[in-house]
């Protein structure tokens, strides 16, 4: 576990310095992870927690909270890339005009619109 802890803190370092094309600043990020990725979008949240001035939730359900708006940007999260759920979700949000970022290690999302 220890391990796992360390990469995901180095990893997560490596994608804050990543460049996703997004420049405008957001009220709320809505992450959205199955299983273990949720795990890390739940730490990273609670992270937040006091010291973001952007509420910062997770989410393991199939729907986009009706609480989102334009100003919410969804990072969807998967270290396989394939997961159903969060490419369902990834599209979902894409079809509503909301700006997405995908978390990923490979699979799909690569290949999807940025």
Do not use: Q
Not at 24 to 37: D, E, K, P
Not at 74 to 92: A, F, H, M, Q
């Amino acid at each position: 576990m220890s391990e796992e802890t360390s990469g995901f803190i180095e990893d997560l370092s490596e994608t804050l310095g990543s460049k996703t094309g997004i420049s405008r600043m957001y009220n709320h990020v809505l992450i959205c992870g199955m299983v273990a990725s949720a795990v890390g979008d739940t730490v990273f949240a609670d992270s937040m927690y006091y010291s973001s001035r952007v509420s910062v939730d997770v989410t393991k359900a199939l729907a986009i909270p009706r609480w989102v708006d334009r100003d919410t940007l969804i990072v969807v999260c998967s270290y396989s890339g394939n997961t159903r759920e969060i490419l369902s979700l990834y599209d979902k949000a894409l079809d509503a005009g909301l700006d997405v970022v995908a978390i990923t290690h490979g699979g799909k999302p690569m290949e999807l619109p940025r």
